[in-house]
């Protein structure tokens, strides 16, 4: 069985954008998009390689519920602008003492990367006994010369698109080596060396704010093309914003009070007897609402979960179901993800517009004064039709 070990490289200073790696693209750290593909892909450990304690310590807190994320310090010589890609492979390769059998290269300003476009460049090498390979996009631009002479093309006889076989640009995604091609060469690809293809969008990579733009466009739109309608298994609802109004109650102690509309209470109960499963999922690690599920005897309470696409992708998953099996409710930026994701979605009628602009449904209610109680409702009826009664 061959070890098939990722590393995804991150730097704590970017020229380009100011700390791109944790600057939040559709709600998460750029980062996180690349890592959950490839936690469940086909690669057996995923080495997240920073100089940023900060990555380090948010990685061990939110990936707990998989062994398959280690992180890994890298020194400052090999995270400077200056340094290669390939001196921090080949440190890492070093402090893992060489230990795998394929090593894959991810690229965190790759967020359209998905599991299936790892697996299939791991099946390059496992499969096709290729020695190396990496991603490209098929463009079908035309391209020139400094001289001013076309390089792909005869200007007098400018091909129509469609009989046009294009280039084959390498996108920058993903990349895996053998051992034996990678400490030979000390090259992300050598040898033999296959090929596969992503989808045009992928070409975008992030290197300014414009870049960074286009790229949540497009993964916001991929996520909504992925949607699919079906019968609403599970309801997962946030807290601040959507249960409450968003206003905490402090005192010199801390924490105080929240309101919450008891309403909602009463509306989740009747959604539970008609067989849907009430989620909830909060950043903050308040025992106030901790309580509050308690008495609303919501088991599945999840406190203190900052990458909620994540932790959704992984619950869904061991219960072998999926996001189109999932209505949600949200208000805020870092509710995104899975507001673009999952087959139902709804905000508050004073959610952050945002948002609003995102979800399927803006509710009439506000957070805290009856928003779930109209989610409730609403689903109801929907599975109603679905299951056609």
Not at 13 to 39: C, D, H, Q, Y
Not at 100 to 118: G, N
Not at 228 to 240: A, E, N, S
Not at 304 to 331: I, P, Q
Request: aromatic share 8%; glycine share 6%.
């Amino acid at each position: 069985m061959m070890k098939k070990t990722a590393i995804i490289p991150l730097r704590k200073n970017s020229k380009g954008i100011s700390g791109k790696n944790k600057k939040k693209m559709l709600g998460r750290p750029l980062f996180s998009w690349v890592l959950t593909e490839a936690i469940f892909s086909e690669l057996d450990e995923v080495y997240v390689f920073t100089d940023d304690q900060e990555i380090i310590d948010y990685i061990k807190r939110e990936y707990f519920w998989t062994s398959k994320v280690k992180t890994l310090l890298r020194n400052d010589e090999n995270a400077s602008d200056t340094a290669s890609t390939e001196s921090a492979m080949l440190e890492f390769a070093e402090l893992i003492k060489n230990d795998f059998d394929l090593l894959c290269l991810l690229q965190a300003t790759s967020p359209m990367t998905k599991s299936q476009d790892i697996n299939a460049v791991l099946n390059e090498v496992l499969v096709n006994k290729k020695e190396s390979a990496l991603t490209v996009v098929n463009t079908h631009r035309f391209i020139w010369n400094a001289d001013g002479t076309p390089s792909n093309y005869d200007v007098f006889k400018r091909p129509r698109r469609q009989d046009f076989e294009g280039l084959l640009i390498e996108n920058g995604a993903v990349y895996v080596t053998t051992k034996e091609a990678f400490l030979n060469s000390k090259n992300r690809v050598s040898g033999s060396i296959g090929l596969v293809k992503m989808p045009e969008e992928s070409l975008v990579e992030i290197d300014s704010l414009s870049d960074w733009e286009i790229i949540e466009k497009l993964l916001g739109d991929r996520q909504k093309k992925m949607k699919v309608h079906k019968r609403i298994d599970y309801l997962v609802l946030d807290v601040d914003g959507v249960f409450t109004d968003g206003c905490v109650y402090y005192d010199a102690n801390g924490e105080m009070a929240k309101k919450f509309d008891m309403r909602d209470g009463m509306g989740l109960e009747i959604l539970r007897q008609n067989n849907v499963e009430v989620i909830v999922m909060t950043s903050e690690n308040s025992e106030l609402v901790a309580q509050r599920m308690k008495k609303l005897q919501i088991k599945h309470t999840f406190l203190g979960v900052k990458d909620k696409f994540s932790f959704l992708t992984h619950f869904l998953s061991e219960r072998n179901s999926s996001f189109g099996a999932v209505s949600y409710v949200g208000d805020d930026v870092n509710d995104l993800a899975n507001i673009c994701s999952v087959g139902w979605s709804f905000t508050p009628a004073d959610a952050t517009d945002i948002v609003k602009a995102n979800a399927d449904y803006v509710l009439t209610h506000k957070s805290g004064a009856g928003a779930i109680r109209e989610t409730c409702e609403i689903l109801l009826k929907y599975n109603k039709r679905y299951e056609g009664i």
